[in-house]
């Protein structure tokens, strides 16, 4: 296996170059860019290495959805709540979702708190194995992710499909990213009102080994805007500022491609077969923060019914409800900062989560909590 070194992404000449660089640009079309990180991890990079700080004035980073964990609505929390709690179930899912808090402020680990069995688990096939083990239980995994992960709950189903089981049951919470990036650009704030200026945008790079870079070209065409795929070490995102900046300043706005050594301009094609065979696009699904958007998510295709979860299992929920005081919504739509909510780093802290981007180890308040809490 190809060994990469990480030092090479964090060599301080070339990013003193990169910022020269970047300034001249900026100081040629005269204004600040505005541009988003659709990425959590773009985030904390930023964060962590005070990219923010070093082109402050001249580049303006705006946080968006982040993670999937911070995207995922009450109504979801709320629906996982209530299958983990029924008789004779196993819930399972991964680390970050279990403390995120639902309408009535509780959370998965305040269940299994109370005797049921809900359990962490690091990859899909984990629940395989448990519903192997577990005949007499029903199995519940309760998949989130964006396209990254999608691939695994694929095969998931796909194995459960050939051994026969009767016991396993997926949720499916699958977000899909281009149609959330169209949903922010045709969002009101940005078209009409103008509250959220974006000049372009660092695309997310672990989605993009799975998806390629095709998909973002058309918000280059339609809307304009540069997009830069980019990796996670600082230089990457040093690199992934001046190609959307060297755009700007010679008029033009295309996709480009800084993450070559895991992303293609077609992803892997595997992959994305294999998701294609066990899902299909939802009509609608509710993102928080930026509400319901249309085509955004994946639900388990007819063929795979028979572990559908959501069909599964009777549940009727009252209306969801958020915190009064939390703005994790604002925060992923990119219209307020972390710091702005009168509840971080006070009420709310990691130890203590009152929203979903606090909890998660991706999200722009535990970024602002672990690196610039003042």
């Known amino acids: 296996m190809k060994t990469i070194n990480l030092k090479a992404f964090r060599d301080s000449e070339k990013l003193k170059g990169l910022e020269y660089s970047i300034k001249k640009f900026v100081e040629k079309i005269g204004r ?30 705006i946080h968006g959805p982040g993670c999937p964990v911070c995207v995922i609505p009450s109504s979801r929390i709320d629906l996982a709540i209530e299958i983990a709690g029924q008789k ?7 680390g970050d979702l279990l403390r995120v808090p639902s309408s009535n402020r509780k959370t998965l680990l305040d269940l299994r708190a109370e005797g049921y069995d809900v359990r962490m688990v690091n990859s899909s096939l984990e629940a395989l194995n448990i519903a192997l083990s577990e005949k007499g239980k029903r199995v519940v995994f309760f998949a989130i992710g964006f396209e990254t992960t999608t691939p695994q709950t694929a095969v998931l189903l796909l194995k459960a499909k050939e051994l026969g089981l009767k016991n396993l049951y997926v949720v499916s919470n699958h977000v899909i990213t281009p149609a959330a990036i169209q949903h922010i650009l045709n969002s009101p704030e940005i078209r009409d009102i103008g509250k959220v200026e974006i000049d372009a945008f660092l695309g997310p790079g672990h989605v993009s080994t799975i998806i390629g870079t095709r998909p973002y070209e058309y918000f280059s065409e339609e809307f304009l805007k540069p997009v830069a795929i980019c990796g996670f070490e600082p230089l990457d995102v040093m690199q992934g500022v001046w190609l959307v900046v060297n755009q700007i300043a010679r008029g033009e706005a295309y996709v480009v491609n800084q993450y070559t050594r895991f992303v293609s301009r ?30 955004s998510a994946l639900k388990i295709r007819k063929e795979f019914e028979a572990f559908d979860g959501e069909k599964s299992f009777d549940v009727k929920l009252p209306p969801p409800k958020e ?18 909510c009168k509840l971080f780093g006070t009420v709310c802290t990691p130890q203590n989560p009152i929203g979903s981007c606090m909890v998660s180890s991706e999200g722009a308040c535990a970024a602002y909590f672990k690196y610039k809490r003042l």
Not at 88 to 94: E, H, Q, V
């Open 266 to 295: 077609e992803g892997n094609i595997k992959a994305q077969k294999l998701v294609s065979e066990v899902f299909e696009l939802r009509k609608v699904f509710e993102w928080r923060g930026l509400g319901i958007v249309p085509y």
């Open 32 to 61: 600040t860019i505005n541009i988003m990180e659709f990425c959590g991890g773009h985030t904390h990079t930023i964060i962590k290495y005070g990219i923010d700080q070093l082109l402050e004035g001249y580049i303006r980073f």
């Open 88 to 94: 004779d179930t196993i819930l399972c899912t991964y």
């Open 323 to 340: 915190h009064p005081a939390c703005i994790c919504g604002k925060v992923i739509r990119g219209v307020a900062l972390p710091t702005e």
